[in-house]
Every structure is written in structure tokens, then in C-alpha cells.
């Protein structure tokens, strides 16, 4: 059996993506620019893909601009207001330390270019207090980024909350949302932000394609500059394939996220408690309530996370871990570290994240091989669960 367990990384491609896409590549080869047939074709592809991702995040189509992925849309909110408001003076940018590497390198880029950046500490369960924020702003602060759900422990942020505490000091609020569109119920107006980030390979589109959410009349800079395309937001001939791809992708998360966020969770949590329950000195990292209904991310203790990924990979079972192995020694991730848990914890944690295709039978294969494969990890290692 192979299941795979990892969907916080990517996730399969729905059929009926496929299908759209491949439809378009053949057929729909016209550049939306183009003011013939042909154009107006591929533009009415764009348009449709626009107004399935705005009524997903609860948006107008207009203020929708499509990106390559989240990555650019996270460099697109944080450079293009940067950009926007240098000349008013304000020169201070606030994001977590939990963030995805989008966010902060994003920030160490601009920090060596004299911006002024502060990382905000979250606490034991991963969560941000809104009273560090207020505390962190100041008239300086052009924008505050805070991810709506973390990649590596699913925990969610108080957004809205936090968004209402930027904008009372006159900053701009942008989410990293690429972990919890698709997955949960999100409202752009209902979070109260500016700028919100989304990925389409996070559910079941496809990678390279992604867009930037912008509250109509917020000023972002374009950071691609050339052609008019995307209203002058975001220059480049449009990857009509793609989005279209991430529109199909878009509206069968609308259709199907009540039912499957219940089924992923009710799965996720069996795998949770099993493993909880059947091997000794595990434990759940992150709260456990407020969070996506796919993740979790589990300590073994007296064991190194990358021997448990491969010993799971060998037999059929994909996971993740968010430390890196570099040069031979094991990183620990930079979320466990910012929520304080003690080093041997930063480097024993797995992630397992669930998604469309998992399946009851999954989870049993993994609970029953679990138990064996941690016992003879820590034999070798000396430690007895
Ligand atoms: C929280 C978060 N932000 C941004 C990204 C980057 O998205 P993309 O892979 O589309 O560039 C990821 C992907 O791993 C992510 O998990």
C-alpha cells in the first residue's frame, strides 16, 4: 500500500482540473490580450477562473490578480505595499515567526534595504496575542503580515482580531491564507483584511498557479513590470491553462468543503488519537482546537524526525517534517523553536496532513505499521517507548 499523507506539501490534481486544463491547452490557445476570437475566448476562461476564486474567498472578481503561486503572492502584498508606501515615510513591517519562508525572506530581503522589520513571538500552542501586536505598531508600520494557518501545525491566527488592531494604527493587514483556502470557510470581509495570498496546489489545482486577493482601492506597487495585463497589477501573458486549473480546482472546493472538511477531520483525528494512544511519549504539537481540519504534527520522543519520514517511506507512507536536513546535521523547524518547545522537540516531530483521497483503510495501515517502526527506531537509538 502507499498512502500519502502529506497534502499540506501538495495535492493530487482533481480530475475534473485535469480535464478543464487540458481542454484549454488544446483548445484555447488564444492570448487573452488579443481582441479576436481567439483572445476573447482565453479572456472569458480568465474571467470564469476570476469569479470561481473570488466567491470561494468571499471577494469581487476585480480585485482578484492572478500570480504563479503563493510564494509570489506573499512577495507581490508585502514588496508591492513596501514599494507603495515608502514615500509616505513609513518604513516598519511587522509579520510572525512563524511564517512560511515567503513571508520571511520577503522581509529579510527588505530589511537589508533599511526597512525595519519586527517578528512577533507566538505562544506554546503556536497562537499570536493580539496584545504583542498592539504593542509592536507604531506609526512607522506600513504593513502587518500574519499567516491565517500555519504549514507546519495547522494552528489559526486571530485575524480578524489582529486586523482590526493594524488598521487602528493605519496599517495595512495582509494573510498568507495558501494553507486554509480550500480547506475552511474563508471570507476576505469576514477577516477584515487587505491583501490575502492563496495557492492553487494546496487543493487539488495545479503548482504554478495561484493569485493575490487586494481590497479594492488598496495601494500595492506592481512588482512584474511590462504589459497591462491584470489591470497593470501584474505584468505577463496570462497562463490561461493554469487558471483555469485553479478556477475548476476553486469551485469544487465551494461545492465540497462542508462534507470534506468534516470527513478529513474526523479521519485525522482518529490517526491523532490511535497514535496518541498506542505509542508511548508521542505528543500533539500546537492547539489542538483551532486548527486545520486536515493537520497535525506529532513528537516522538528518542527520535530524529528524518529516520521516522524514510523508516515511514519505506514502508508506503509519506509524511513530512518541518526541520531540514542540512550537511548531515537536522534543523530544527523554525515554528516549534518560536513556540519554545525544548530542542529535542524541534527535531522529533512529524506532520501528517489529510486530504481528498485518504481513506479509512489509510489510516489503519498507518496506525498499525506506526507503533512497530518508532520501537525499533528507538532500539537502535537506546531509548525504550
Ligand atoms: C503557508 C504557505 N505560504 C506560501 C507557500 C508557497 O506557495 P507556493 O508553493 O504556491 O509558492 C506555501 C507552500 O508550501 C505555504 O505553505
Redesign the pocket.
Known sequence: MRAYFDH??TTPIAPAVVEEMTRVLKDEFGNASSIHFFGQRAKGTLDDARSAVAALIGGDPSEVVFTS????A?NFAIRGVAEALEPTGKRHLIATAIE?E?VLNTFKALARRGWTTTLLPVDQSGIVSPAALEQALTDKTALVSV?HAN?EIGTLQPIAELAKIAHGRGALFHT?A??SVGKIPVDVRALGVDLL?L?A??FNGP?GA?ALWIKRGTRVTAILTGGKHERNRRAGTENVPAVAGLGVAASLASKKMASESARVAALRDRLENEILAKVAGTAVNGDRRHRVPNTTNISFDGIEAESLLIALDLEGIAVSTGSACSSGTLEPSHVLRAMGLPTHRTQNSIRLSLGDGNTDAEVDYLVAKLPKVVDKLRTVTGVRG
Request: aromatic fraction near 0%; avoid cysteine.
Open positions: 499540506n506539501a503561486g503563493g510564494t509570489e506573499d512560511h515567503a499567516m504549514n498568507d495558501v494553507q495570498a495557492s496546489h494546496k503548482k495561484g
